[in-house]
């Protein structure tokens, strides 16, 4: 797939109120920090679309992007940000889980994990979560530029290890770099095969539990 258009569409805090569910949508979702900005602007191509900031936790609204015309990219709050007061969290939390509940043409989720860390409760707790409601997602191992292919690689399996301590099968895995454009490709096909089995009929493709 190759990015030839992506605009700004609408920022708001009520799923009832993003665009019309008539076309495929992929949310991104991380804790606060994570390169979610970066890795947007990576995958559009374009600097600027998803606004970086110093800032952890500065995304706080659904942010909808509409991609070549015919899909949307969904750059969601980011969870996990303890600076955040405890009342913009659950404003956060109530945000989030709403939306991947209720949006009918939610084709899939890419929960960004940054690779340099050990598994983290917050990531594992929502994973977990979005197994147990159906819901279709991908990892995706952000900052890959930042260790060294040995570290890369093991970082990589201890993740996995740790995941099939309690998971009978992994979710998919994609490892990038916004630096590098390591996964671009990887995260277009996923995104690419998948609309074509998007119809306003099967608005409701879910996977099932782990």
């Given at each position: 797939?190759?990015?030839?258009?992506?605009?700004?569409?609408?920022?708001?805090?009520?799923?009832?109120?993003?665009?019309?569910?008539?076309?495929?949508?992929?949310a991104?979702?991380?804790?606060?920090?994570?390169?979610?900005?970066?890795?947007?602007?990576?995958?559009?191509?374009?600097?600027?679309l998803?606004?970086?900031?110093?800032?952890?936790?500065?995304?706080?609204?659904?942010n909808?992007?509409?991609?070549?015309?015919?899909?949307?990219?969904?750059?969601?709050?980011?969870?996990?940000?303890?600076?955040?007061?405890?009342?913009?969290?659950?404003?956060?939390?109530?945000?989030?889980?709403?939306?991947?509940?209720?949006?009918?043409?939610?084709?899939?989720?890419?929960q960004?994990?940054?690779?340099?860390?050990?598994?983290?409760?917050?990531?594992?707790?929502?994973?977990?979560?979005?197994?147990?409601?159906?819901?279709?997602?991908?990892?995706?191992?952000?900052?890959?530029?930042?260790?060294?292919?040995?570290?890369?690689?093991?970082?990589?399996?201890t993740?996995?290890?740790?995941?099939?301590?309690?998971?009978?099968?992994?979710?998919?895995?994609?490892?990038?770099?916004?630096?590098?454009?390591?996964?671009?490709?990887?995260?277009?096909?996923?995104?690419?095969?998948?609309?074509?089995?998007?119809t306003?009929?099967?608005?409701?493709?879910?996977?099932?539990?782990?």
């Amino acid at each position: 797939m190759i990015i030839s258009s992506a605009q700004f569409v609408v920022s708001n805090s009520d799923y009832n109120k993003c665009p019309v569910e008539d076309k495929p949508e992929y949310a991104f979702i991380g804790r606060s920090n994570v390169g979610k900005s970066s890795l947007i602007n990576m995958l559009t191509r374009h600097k600027k679309l998803a606004k970086i900031s110093e800032t952890p936790g500065k995304t706080r609204l659904i942010n909808h992007f509409l991609i070549n015309e015919s899909w949307y990219l969904v750059d969601l709050p980011g969870y996990g940000y303890a600076k955040a007061p405890k009342s913009i969290r659950a404003t956060f939390s109530a945000i989030i889980t709403k939306y991947l509940e209720k949006r009918k043409n939610l084709m899939n989720t890419f929960q960004l994990i940054d690779v340099r860390l050990e598994p983290q409760p917050i990531d594992l707790k929502f994973m977990e979560w979005m197994a147990n409601h159906g819901l279709p997602f991908t990892l995706v191992f952000t900052k890959a530029d930042k260790l060294g292919n040995s570290e890369l690689h093991q970082n990589i399996t201890t993740y996995k290890n740790h995941l099939l301590q309690t998971w009978e099968e992994l979710p998919d895995i994609i490892i990038t770099s916004s630096k590098e454009g390591k996964g671009e490709e990887e995260l277009l096909k996923v995104i690419e095969d998948t609309n074509l089995i998007f119809t306003p009929l099967n608005m409701k493709l879910r996977n099932k539990p782990a």
